[in-house]
C-alpha cells in the first residue's frame, strides 16, 4: 500500500484532480510546472474551458472582467482568462526591471534614459506593458462599495516601478527635452501618471516637499508656454497625429493636474473639503457622485452640479515669462521662483443635457458655432481632423449651463462631449453671456472657451482637466491657463464660499 501511494503525482492521479490542485496555483508556478513534463504542459495550455487559468486570475486576485463595462453579459467562453493572466503578469515583469538611472551623471545621462524608457522604435516590449496597464484601467468594473483590485494592482505595479522613479527625475532634472521618440511610450507614460495624479506624493518631509515644488516649476512652465496652444489642435491639451487626426497629449493632460493640486494644496485643510479625493480608484466609470440616474442619452454623466479650478496668471507676467529678454531670456524657469504665486478662482457648474438632435449626423449640434473664420469650430470637430475622429458608438451630449464664480457673476455655458476613437471623452464649451437666440459667437460678450478630457474611465469621480482660453483668436498672445473640473454631490458648505480664493 505504502509503496502505491509513492507512485502518486500529478502525472499519475485522474486529470479532474490535477487541475483542481492546479487551480490554487499563482500564475508564474501554472508557468513553471508546465514547463516540467508535456502532460502538465497540457493541462495547462491546452485545456478546453481555461478553468485552471480562470481560477488562478480571480484568484490573484483580479477583478472578474465579466463585470466591466461593456462585458456584463459575456460567458467564461467570451474571456481568454490564460492570454489576459499572461499579459499582464508580463506587464508586470516587466515594468518591475531596474533602469539605469537617467540623472546617474551629467555626461550621457540622456542616452541611458533613451535605453531605459524604450524610446528605440525596435523596443517595443515597454509599449505592450504600458499598453496593458492601460487597458486594465480602462477594464476596471463600475464603482460600487468594493474597491477595485485591477486598480488596487496597477497603482502597486506603477509606484513599485523604477520606471517612474526614471520619469520623475527626469522632469526635476530638465533632462525631458531629451526623452524622445517615440512620441506614443512617451503618452502613454504621462496617461498613468495622470490616473495618479499625485496622490502618491505627500510632502510630508524636506526631500518630498522640495521634489514637488520642483515639479510644480516644471509643470507651470508647460502649461503657461503660449506656443503650446495652436489653432491646429484647438488650443487645447491635444496633439495631433501623422493623420492629422486629434490625439489627447497626456503630457499636458499631466502638467495641468500637478499646477492645479498644488495650488489647491496652498489652501490646507480647506482643499480636502473642495475635493474630498482624487487618485487611481476615482478613475472607474460613474464612480462620480449622481451619476446612476442620468438620461438615457447622457452617457457621460453630463447633467448635474460641477465644480471647476482655474488657475491664470496675471497677464503681465504671462507675457513677461512668454516673450521677455529680460532674466535670461523667455520661459526661463527661474522665473517661478519660490515666491511666486498665481489666481486661483473657485466656480460652481450648474449643467443640463439638451435633447438629442433629430440629425445621426455627428456634426449635428444646437449649439452656437463661431464666425470669425481664424477661430477653430468647437462644436463641430476640428476641421483637420474629419469626421472619423469621433467613436460613433457614443452620439455627441450637448449641454447648456450656468457658472457661477465664489466672488464673482454667473455665466453661461453652452458645449458638447464627445468620445474620441482613441477611447478619451473630450469636452469642449464656451462661457460667457447672451439671450437665448445664439447663433454665433458675436452674439455674446465676455467670451472664454474651453478644452478639457476625461481623466480615467466614462463618468470617472476624477473628472476632466484642460485649458481655458479666449473664445476667438485674434493675436499671438491670447492669455490661456489650466483647469480642473469634477462632479460634486452637492452645493458648496458656505465656509468655502467665504474663503478667500
Not at 482568462?81 to 538611472?101: F, N, P, V, Y
Not at 496633439?239 to 493632460?253: F, G, K, Q, S
Not at 482655474?310 to 512668454?322: E, G, Q, S
Not at 454667473?410 to 464656451?430: D, H, L, P, Q, Y
Request: aromatic fraction near 10%.
Amino acid at each position: 500500500m505504502a509503496a502505491t501511494f509513492a507512485t502518486l503525482s500529478l502525472v499519475t492521479i485522474p486529470q479532474e484532480l490535477t487541475e483542481h490542485i492546479l487551480q490554487f496555483c499563482t500564475p508564474t508556478d501554472l508557468a513553471s510546472l508546465a514547463a516540467a513534463c508535456r502532460h502538465l504542459h497540457n493541462i495547462v495550455y491546452n485545456g478546453d474551458d481555461q478553468a485552471v487559468w480562470r481560477v488562478a486570475f480571480l484568484s490573484h486576485p483580479f477583478d472578474d472582467p465579466r463585470r466591466s463595462l461593456g462585458k456584463a453579459h459575456a460567458s467564461n467562453a467570451d474571456i481568454n482568462w490564460r492570454g489576459e493572466t499572461q499579459r499582464r503578469i508580463e506587464a508586470q515583469k516587466l515594468m518591475s526591471a531596474d533602469m539605469d538611472s537617467p540623472a546617474s551623471s551629467t555626461s550621457g545621462a540622456a542616452d541611458k534614459t533613451s535605453v531605459s524608457l524604450g524610446v528605440d522604435e525596435e523596443d517595443r516590449p515597454l509599449r505592450r506593458a504600458l499598453q496593458t496597464l492601460i487597458s486594465v484601467v480602462g477594464g476596471a468594473p463600475q464603482a460600487d462599495d468594493k474597491p477595485s483590485s485591477d486598480l488596487e494592482w496597477v497603482e502597486k505595479t506603477l509606484l513599485a516601478s523604477p520606471l517612474f522613479q526614471a520619469v520623475d527625475k527626469l522632469y526635476l532634472t530638465g533632462l525631458e527635452q531629451e526623452w524622445g521618440n517615440p512620441e506614443c511610450t512617451r503618452q502613454l507614460i504621462c496617461r498613468l501618471q495622470s490616473y495618479l495624479a499625485l496622490s502618491h506624493e505627500q510632502g510630508r518631509d524636506p526631500e518630498s516637499v522640495a521634489q514637488l515644488n520642483r515639479l510644480r516649476t516644471a509643470s507651470r512652465c508647460a502649461v503657461y508656454d503660449l506656443r503650446k496652444y495652436q489653432s491646429d489642435t484647438l488650443w487645447g491639451p491635444y496633439n495631433l497625429d501623422a493623420r492629422r487626426r486629434l490625439r489627447v497629449n497626456w503630457e499636458h493632460v499631466k502638467h495641468i493636474q500637478n499646477v492645479v493640486l498644488m495650488n489647491l494644496k496652498n489652501f490646507h485643510q480647506n482643499w480636502h473639503k473642495v475635493w474630498p479625493a482624487w487618485g487611481i480608484e476615482s478613475t472607474r466609470p460613474y464612480s462620480a457622485p449622481n451619476v446612476r440616474n442620468r438620461k438615457p442619452w447622457d452617457w457621460a454623466g453630463v447633467e448635474g452640479k460641477w465644480r471647476r479650478v482655474v488657475c491664470f496668471m496675471d497677464y503681465r507676467d504671462l507675457f513677461t515669462f512668454n516673450f521677455s529678454s529680460l532674466n535670461a531670456g523667455p520661459r526661463n524657469p527661474n522665473f517661478f521662483d519660490d515666491d511666486f504665486t498665481e489666481a486661483v478662482r473657485l466656480m460652481e457648474v450648474d449643467l443640463q443635457v439638451l435633447d438629442p438632435p433629430d440629425s445621426s449626423s455627428p456634426s449635428s449640434s444646437p449649439s452656437p458655432s463661431p464666425s470669425n473664420s481664424s477661430s477653430s469650430s468647437l462644436f463641430s470637430g476640428a476641421d483637420s481632423t474629419g469626421p472619423e475622429e469621433w467613436d460613433p458608438k457614443y452620439p455627441p451630449i450637448h449641454f447648456t449651463g450656468s457658472s457661477r464664480g465664489v466672488h464673482s457673476g454667473t455665466s453661461k455655458i453652452r458645449g458638447t462631449v464627445r468620445m474620441m476613437r482613441e477611447g478619451a471623452v473630450r469636452w469642449n464649451f464656451i462661457l460667457g453671456v447672451w439671450g437665448d437666440q445664439v447663433t454665433s459667437y458675436d452674439d455674446a460678450t465676455n467670451r472664454w472657451s474651453a478644452e478639457a478630457v476625461q481623466v480615467g474611465n466614462v463618468g470617472s469621480a476624477m473628472g476632466i482637466a484642460g485649458v481655458w482660453t479666449v473664445a476667438v483668436h485674434d493675436e499671438v498672445g491670447d492669455p490661456a491657463g489650466p483647469f480642473w473640473m469634477w462632479k460634486a454631490p452637492e452645493s458648496l458648505p458656505k465656509d468655502l464660499v467665504d474663503l478667500q480664493w
